[in-house]
């Protein structure tokens, strides 16, 4: 399978709305046209992205995941031609295109949904929906109640276990995949979806293209179900993204790294063989800057992001310090109006380059992106790891103080060499042990070179850190 190695999250019907809002419950009419998108290749090359995630294109009514056609490109971004003219051109440029697919519910809208009402118990297509009753009327006033997603009944949820309703899903990949020339999906709540069904849409997806990439959304459970009895490829790490934001937060790393031994460590990590996808934000949770209580730790977080196992994506904006919060009333500044790239103000105009050298650090090393998780060193505010790579092995030291830290590191190495702080690098070695020189709030690459005789063992864990 030819997985994504950095991934790019566009949420059209936020970015392209042509009206500019501050109100967060505002639901885009008109959208500039897919195409237009075009503009945004050469920042995505020049972040060395592989690969485009495009939130919902096709026909809904509002915010894209309350889908009526999905053989259709929803009118406010233009047409099915528009959107294939894109995947072209993406392709022509060499970055593969991923579509969000909301396989598990539609919108009341769907014809379906709308023949029920329409004619009742003689609908042929009664039995798509999820636990119908038939006398219960909903909320909404339809005469009848089915299961619906997360509680909301405007969003029915599809019996997948309908022979007819497989076929139907089945039909819309393969259009997707033949007419398109799709790369993958983003399966839209992957985790109240049946994993039977998942896998056999998988089986099906792989057969017509072999590389095919397909993304659950699993938000809580464990994810080898997903991947082992839904036969995906790759998950969102929810788990990171939280203990990732949460540990800076609260001046509590060993929150990361405990994380990050539970599911990497190359002994026993239970995703150690998989690729997870992580991510800072998406359309759903609140901008990153805007969780952090010290926007300087915007940087040792990304830093982290590139170099601990996984799919490293962000989601558009992100690398410009964008901020919004999640609201109640709903989720449209998550999804902002973005029509120039770059956009006339950047929050955190420092960001972007350091993201730039962090991707360069990643595409360079094979150890960032292939290698095993070995945690060296963790206190409140500071985390030490290595990543091994039979080619070669690096050693990653994050600091979250608001001062420079020297870590003292027993590491069987004959040398350590910094790619990332050349100039500010200061090491002490004497007998195995390394004094570590860490920048405030950023971090720190090694690559590692080890003494032929001492290279089976990588290290003896006994640290201390001292703040300057």
Known sequence: MNRPTHLYHIFPLGALRREATGQVDKRPTHCHNLRTLEQWIPHLQDLRIDTLLLGPVFQSETHGYDCTDQRQVDNRLGSWDDLAALIRKLHAEGIKVVLDAVWSHTSRQHFAYQDILKNGTDSAYADWYENLRWGITNRLGDPFTVDCWDGHEELPKLNLNHPEVQTEILSIASLWIHELGIDGVRIDAADTMDRQFLARLSDHCHALKRDFWMLGEVVFGDYRLWLEEGKLDSITNYEGYKSLWSSFNDGNLF?????????????????????????????????????????????????????????????????????????????????????????????????????????????????????????????????????????????????????????????????????????????????????????NCWGSIYTVDFAQEKQPQLFEISSTCSIN
Not at 291 to 309: A, E, F, G
Not at 320 to 341: F, H, I, M
Not at 378 to 394: F, G
């Open 255 to 439: 929150e990361i790294a405990y994380s990050l031994n539970r599911l990497s460590n190359p002994d026993n990590g239970i995703y150690k063989d998989y690729k997870l996808l992580l991510f800072n934000e998406n359309h759903d949770v609140s901008r990153i800057a805007s969780v952090l209580h010290n926007r300087k730790h915007l940087y040792p977080l990304h830093l982290m992001h590139y170099t601990i196992p996984g799919i490293p994506s962000l989601y558009y904006g992100e690398e410009w310090g964008y901020s919004a919060q999640k609201e109640n009333k709903g989720d449209w500044n998550l999804r902002p109006q973005t029509l120039n790239v770059p956009p006339e103000h950047i929050p955190e105009p420092h960001l972007l380059p350091a993201l730039k050298r962090f991707v360069d650090l990643y595409f360079n090393h094979i150890a960032l992106r292939e290698g095993a998780y070995r945690q060296v060193y963790v206190s409140p505010n500071q985390l030490a790891y290595l990543r091994i790579h039979e080619k070669e092995t690096l050693l990653v030291v994050i600091n979250a103080e608001e001062t420079e830290v020297n870590l003292t590191l027993r590491l069987n190495a004959a040398k350590l060499t910094d790619i990332l702080n050349t100039s500010e690098a200061r090491l002490y070695p004497n007998d195995g042990i390394w004094e570590v020189k860490v920048p």
